[in-house]
């Protein structure tokens, strides 16, 4: 099973640029969000903001500098769905998958979008979306 669950979008401060988007839609900043990594949850789905080092704005419609983004997808089994995606035409870039099984690995799609695979450990689904593991 393939689930979309986050929306990432690379940024020089995650967290100036998720208080915007909390502004803008009216939603709160995720609880743990932090200089790395923000997130705003809609339904099943994060809008992500990751911290980027010597990050450079897109310029629309400037292909030097493109838009930038990648999708998560969380699944149930990595290898089943490994082979699946690359049948479809994507090109695995760089694997982050630990000796438990546990990470996720970059990919390309046809056209050289990136998204990841993930498998995190003690995920539950539900109707409403992702329930996390408590982070210690």
């Known amino acids: 099973m393939l689930r979309l669950t986050d929306f990432i979008?690379?940024?020089?401060?995650?967290?100036?640029?998720?208080?915007?988007?909390?502004?803008?839609t009216g939603r709160p900043i995720k609880e743990g969000s932090s200089e790395d990594w923000a997130g705003?949850?809609?339904g099943e789905i994060e809008l992500a903001f990751i911290r980027v080092d010597d990050y450079r704005a897109p310029q629309w419609p400037d292909s030097e500098h493109p838009k930038q983004f990648?999708?998560?997808?969380?699944?149930?089994?990595?290898e089943s769905e490994q082979r699946r995606v690359l049948d479809l035409g994507a090109t695995l870039r760089q694997d982050f998958i630990g000796p438990n099984g546990y990470g996720w690995q970059v990919y390309t799609d046809p056209t050289g979008?990136?998204?990841?695979?993930?498998?995190?450990?003690?995920?539950?689904?539900?109707?409403?979306?992702?329930?996390?593991?408590?982070?210690?």
Request: proline share 8%; with cysteine.
């Open 113 to 136: 979008h990136p998204f990841c695979l993930c498998r995190n450990k003690g995920v539950i689904w539900t109707d409403q979306g992702p329930i996390w593991p408590k982070r210690d």
């Open 40 to 42: 705003i949850q809609f």
């Open 9 to 24: 979008i690379d940024c020089p401060d995650t967290m100036k640029l998720a208080a915007f988007y909390s502004e803008v």
């Open 70 to 78: 990648h999708l998560d997808f969380e699944v149930d089994e990595i």
